[in-house]
């Protein structure tokens, strides 16, 4: 886990270093990551022998937010296997400033 320093390219060395050339489902290349738009990083709910965080790739962070969405509703049906722990958008760090959920009457 990192202590003093929690920047982009602190956390995509972590990474780096912590897979090595192992690989996972979608694992993206260094240079995918440095040229993404948005990098997520997320570590498994579970205790595992993998290293800590795996990385995925958006377009835009409404994309983030239509998974975290689908997540919060469906998770009844399907509990998420791993926790969302960075977002950062052009390499600068995001967080989740609200949450809104609104109803409807159903016809």
């Given at each position: ?39 997520t990083f ?66």
């Amino acid at each position: 886990m990192l202590k003093h320093k929690d920047g982009f390219m602190d956390w995509v060395q972590l990474h780096e270093r912590a897979w090595g050339s192992r690989i996972y489902p979608a694992r993206p290349s260094l240079e995918q990551i440095l040229s993404a738009p948005v990098v997520t990083f997320w570590q498994a709910v579970k205790e595992s022998k993998d290293p800590p965080y795996t990385i995925k790739l958006y377009d835009e962070l409404k994309d983030v937010e239509k998974y975290l969405t689908r997540l919060l509703v469906r998770t009844s049906i399907e509990p998420p296997n791993e926790r969302l722990v960075r977002i950062y958008a052009h390499q600068k760090r995001m967080t989740i400033r609200a949450v809104r959920v609104l109803f409807g009457e159903v016809d």
